[in-house]
């Protein structure tokens, strides 16, 4: 029976998972324009750029670093894992080339703030949208 248990168990945390290891969004206000590569939204969360394709302001929101979906943004959008995220940031933030992006607790956060603000830019697992954004690419 142990066994059985076992193997339930370990069936179950793959199917959540892969259920949770959906895309992700990246979402901005609706009446934002833009169109945007993997690359140009990359630069905008490592500091590289801090303006959209049409020349407006772009304010980056992040998602906090227990976030699964944070993890899953830039390991698909950057290639960089969160310690070497975190590692990037301490490098410019000591050097005063950077700051991090704003950080906020959840999609939630993200949904809200992005659908009230037409400059900021973010990131949601996609099942979260809502039609109170608009979502620019879908990372898979």
């Not at 969360?45 to 998602?63: N, R």
Request: charged share 20%.
């Amino acid at each position: 029976m142990n066994y059985i248990s076992s193997l339930v168990f370990v069936l179950c945390t793959l199917l959540l998972s892969a259920a949770s290891s959906a895309g992700v969004a990246v979402i901005v206000h609706p009446s934002n324009a833009s169109s945007m590569s993997t690359e140009e939204v990359a630069d905008l969360f490592l500091g590289k750029s801090s303006k959209f394709p049409d020349g407006s302001t772009a304010v980056p929101v992040d998602q906090n670093d227990e976030s699964e979906v944070k993890a899953g943004f830039y390991d698909k959008a950057t290639g960089k894992d969160l310690s070497q995220l975190n590692a990037y940031w301490s490098r410019l933030i000591f050097t005063g080339k950077g700051k991090p992006p704003k950080s906020v607790d959840d999609g939630y956060e993200v949904l809200e703030l992005i659908s009230a603000n037409p400059n900021m830019i973010g990131y949601v697992d996609s099942s979260e949208v809502t039609a109170a954004v608009k979502v620019l690419i879908t990372l898979d």
